[in-house]
């Protein structure tokens, strides 16, 4: 069984820097194929978007809106996922998710099997 638990949120001044981690369990190696991670966001009122999704470090993919300023990253002995948010912004503040699944990497939520119970990130002016 995948389990995700996500850490890391908190309240920042804007300009400032979040880590979020997503510690991982059950996501089992498969010999063909790629098994594929990601962060998403829901602000209230505003439908979930993707944030950023990785399969590999070659293979990264970023929204619009966070490129240059979020980095994607996993250690894989540690089987975490993380999230590093830097310049953060007040219209970055939302629930941060993690999610998985095998296979390819879009950021569509409604392609994602397993999902975290999402850490909140409030950016205030």
């Known amino acids: 069984q995948v389990q995700l638990v996500e850490s890391g949120g908190g309240s920042v001044q804007a300009g400032g820097s979040l880590r979020l981690s997503c510690a991982v369990s059950g996501f089992t190696y498969v010999t063909y194929g790629s098994r594929c991670m990601a962060w998403f966001r829901q602000a209230p009122g505003k439908e979930r978007e993707g944030v950023a999704s990785?399969?590999?470090?070659?293979?990264?993919v970023y929204a619009d809106s966070v490129k240059g300023r979020f980095t994607i990253s996993k250690d894989n002995a540690k089987n975490t996922l993380y999230l590093q948010m830097n310049s953060l912004k007040p219209e970055d503040t939302a629930m941060y998710y993690c999610a998985a699944r095998y296979g390819l990497c879009p950021l569509r939520g409604s392609e994602y099997n397993y999902w975290g119970q999402g850490t909140q990130v409030t950016v205030s002016s």
């Open positions: 990785m399969t590999s470090i070659v293979d990264r």
